[in-house]
């Protein structure tokens, strides 16, 4: 059979490719042939409109929300998450067959859709609404977020005071560029809630929900509402647009609807529940959280470190992952000490697990086959540079034994990092921003425990693994083991 497939996580880096991997490599098994869309970072080559039509089904392999998905109506469609696709891609072929055996929708019938797992659920759809908002929103915090600790190296944390460049710019000193990166990273940085806002609304209501997500995240900064405002009113914009694009009007003015009346309605309407409803019980909501953060201490600290770091490991990049790591830039828009150290506990943790399976397939090469050793080799690099889909391929592979070892070490630094007080004002980097890292060498005792720990943990998990007895364990498929 002929299948086209899309894939895309919020990062649109490790995820999205793998998937696409991982469904090629089942396809083959199978004796089926598909295409696959890999909507990522580097952007996308849309599927020829004559290969969709010769489709048989699609699968949407995403967690967030898809591009062009009006492309695909009148298929038979299964749509899963990312990690689906690569842990069991053979099942969602199943599953697409099944759907074309129920034959075509009848006319206005909705088209025949499997959802495997958790994509059923509501749940399901408001996070891939808001891991879509994530995803336009990283680009915004790696470069206002590099700039601005660049802009720390070279003149100090007292360059928050140096005059707008506007007025006055010595480009023959340091300090003079140290100013002018500073305030280019302000300046993006600024735009972090409104996007996280209008991206939310758009994969909600698409574009017509644009500006009245935008206008209600900057009316969340404006009131102090932050990154819950934002959240709140992307959720708000896309939902006011879409009962409006219900409300049936004449063929005469629809062209105009979704360029003036929706984007006009919408933001009235978002704007004033921001204002007037919604903003200030936001506000105070996120000064308390503020204040809660800034006071932790002690237990408390050590506890939220490990928390953290659990996040950071579980799902390697995935929504569990980057609602850790959106929850640690949301607070360095405050630049509190208390949110500088989490972003510092987070990025520590989420360079373990590929470090840690580096060096257990480097220590014990024997437990690992050609291809983990393979993945182990890249990993160096990887969690050095503060990617965790590094661990994707060997977690992919065993699971039950991987999984809950890269949580253990991940945990143990996050505790660490947040009980030595390690500070970071940059969103991302790894080792390559040590020198913006305040208590550098405490952030690398805590990487470096925590990854002996994890490596330490799959070994031993390994040798177990090896002394059980002949078919004691279960099979991994070979699309799994080699994504």
């Known amino acids: 059979m002929k299948f086209v497939a899309v894939t895309a996580c919020p990062t649109g880096i490790a995820h999205t ?30 599927l020829d409109p004559a290969v969709i039509a010769d489709a048989d089904a699609v699968i949407f392999a995403v967690d967030v929300a898809v591009r062009g998905r009006e492309r695909f109506e009148g298929k038979p469609v299964v749509e899963v998450g990312v990690k689906q ?10 599953q697409a067959k099944a759907a074309v055996a129920a034959g075509p929708p009848k006319t206005g019938a909705p088209v025949p859709t499997s959802r495997v797992g958790a994509s059923d659920r509501t749940g399901a759809k408001v996070r891939q609404w808001l891991m879509t908002g994530v995803s336009y929103l990283i680009p915004f915090v790696a470069a206002g977020g590099l700039l601005i600790a660049l802009s720390f190296a070279l003149g100090g944390y007292e360059i928050v005071d140096a005059p707008k ?4 710019f010595d480009a023959l000193s340091v300090r003079g560029w140290a100013a002018l990166m500073f305030q280019i990273g302000s300046a ?24 009245p997500g935008f206008v209600g995240g900057a009316i969340a900064v404006t009131v102090g509402a932050g990154f819950l405002g934002g959240l709140v009113a992307g959720l708000l914009a896309g939902g006011v647009v879409s009962a409006l694009t219900r409300v049936r009007v004449p063929r005469s003015v629809a062209g105009i609807m979704p360029v003036v009346v929706y984007p006009l309605l919408g933001s ?39 928390l953290l770091g659990l996040m950071m490991a579980f799902d390697m990049g995935g929504p569990v992952n980057k609602a850790a ?17 989490i972003m510092a506990a987070v990025m520590a943790a989420g360079m373990v697990p590929p470090l840690a399976l580096a060096l257990a397939s480097t220590v014990r090469k024997a437990l690992f086959t050609d291809v983990e050793r393979e993945n182990g080799r890249a990993a160096w690099l990887l969690g050095a540079s503060f990617i965790t889909e590094g ?32 500070t970071l004002r940059a969103p991302h980097g790894g080792i390559f921003v040590l020198p913006l890292i305040g208590k550098p060498l405490l952030f ?40």
Do not use: C
């Open 17 to 46: 490719y793998m998937a696409a991997e991982s469904l090629e490599q089942a396809a083959r098994a199978g004796g089926d042939t598909i295409e696959v869309e890999t909507q990522g970072s580097a952007g996308s080559a849309p």
């Open 165 to 168: 460049v506007t007025d006055q």
């Open 85 to 94: 696709a690569i842990n069991g891609a053979a099942a969602l072929f199943e």
């Open 188 to 211: 993006a940085f600024g735009f972090l809630v409104p996007v996280l806002a209008g991206f939310t609304a758009f994969a909600i209501a698409d574009r017509p929900a644009i500006a």
């Open 268 to 306: 009235v309407v978002v704007g004033v529940l921001m204002y007037v409803v919604v903003g200030k019980p936001i506000a105070a909501a996120t000064t308390g959280l503020t204040n809660w953060l800034n006071g932790l201490s002690g237990t408390s600290a050590l506890l939220l470190g490990a």
């Open 325 to 341: 790591y959106a929850f640690a830039v949301g607070g360095l828009t405050t630049g509190t000490g208390t949110s500088l150290q």
């Open 391 to 422: 661990a994707i391929p060997s977690a992919a592979a065993d699971p039950l034994r991987v999984i809950p070892s890269i949580m253990l070490g991940s945990a143990t630094t996050g505790a660490l990092s947040m009980v030595f007080g390690v």
């Open 444 to 483: 690398v005792v805590a990487l470096v425990i925590g990854t002996v720990i994890s490596a330490v943990a799959v070994i031993v998990l390994k040798h177990l693994k090896a002394g059980a007895p002949r078919g004691a364990e279960p099979v991994v498929s070979t699309s799994a083991a080699s994504a």
